[in-house]
């Protein structure tokens, strides 16, 4: 089993950064493909970005690319997203989601375990 804690969410302004946390629990965490997802009030949960086990590949969604960085410390056993020029279209809970087989990807499907979420909201 393997338990996710995310950290890090909050109000921010238009334009602003954050910076998110995902903690890890078990001693394979290493060989886990890593993800970050989002659900904003009344949509789908979907895709943000995504690190396969060794960090040495990423994935994001277009709305993404060139704002956030995904990357993980194996020795932490934490994944971060780095979210800048932040706008209220990306107000949402994020989850951070693993998968075991070392997949990962943008399909929601690859991903055994999942965190409670941490909530950003941005303000215009």
């Known amino acids: 089993q393997v338990r996710l804690v995310e950290s890090g969410g909050g109000l921010v302004q238009d334009e602003g950064s954050l910076s998110l946390s995902c903690a890890a629990s078990?001693?394979?965490?290493?060989?886990?493909?890593m993800g970050w997802f989002r659900q904003a009030p009344g949509k789908e949960r979907e895709f943000v970005a995504a690190?396969?086990?060794?960090?040495?590949?990423?994935y994001y969604a277009d709305f993404v690319k060139g704002r956030f960085t995904i990357s993980r410390d194996n020795a932490k056993n934490t994944v971060y997203l780095q979210m800048n020029s932040l706008n209220s279209e990306d107000t949402a809970v994020y989850y951070c989601?693993?998968?075991?087989?070392?997949?990962?990807?943008?399909?929601?499907?690859?991903?055994?375990?999942w965190g409670q979420g941490t909530q950003v909201t941005v303000s215009s």
């Open positions: 989601a693993a998968d075991p087989r070392g997949y990962g990807g943008s399909s929601k499907i690859r991903y055994d375990y």
């Open positions: 078990g001693r394979t965490f290493r060989n886990y493909a």
């Open positions: 690190i396969s086990w060794s960090g040495s590949t990423t």
